[in-house]
């Protein structure tokens, strides 16, 4: 906001960019909607204005098969991370919004599905 001293006080415009600060000229706060980059909260997720004078916005959580915070980054959860699959099975990631891995086909001379090879 732009200011101006007068003589025994000062006036204050309004908040600038109007879309983005609220208050009365002489104190500004950051007004963050949902509709402007949807507030901030990662796109996989919901934007809820939050209620109360300090404005601002709550962010859902993150999609089914993803970890990280609406708030911050949804990020697609690996399934071969945790090596789900027999040693030297190759393991292929179920992309989001499913979960988990699939495994190949057990090691010749070895019988299973992949996870468990005997």
Do not use: I, W
């Not at 996989?44 to 962010?59: D, H, N, R």
């Not at 699959?85 to 393991?91: G, L, S, T």
Request: glycine content about 18%; proline content about 10%.
């Amino acid at each position: 906001a732009r200011c101006k001293n007068l003589p025994g006080g000062s006036t204050c415009g309004p908040c600038e960019p109007s879309d983005q600060y609220k208050g009365d000229g002489y104190e500004c706060r950051a007004s963050q909607t949902c509709t402007v980059d949807n507030g901030g909260c990662d796109p996989l997720t919901e934007c809820y204005p939050s209620a109360g004078p300090a404005g601002g916005v709550q962010c859902g959580d993150c999609p089914e098969g993803m970890s990280g915070s609406g708030q911050t980054k949804c990020f697609d959860y690996d399934g071969c991370e945790a090596a789900p699959c027999f040693q030297d099975v190759p393991c292929t990631d179920v992309p989001a919004p499913g979960v988990g891995a699939v495994c190949g086909e057990c090691p010749e001379g070895y019988v299973g599905d992949g996870r468990a090879c005997e």
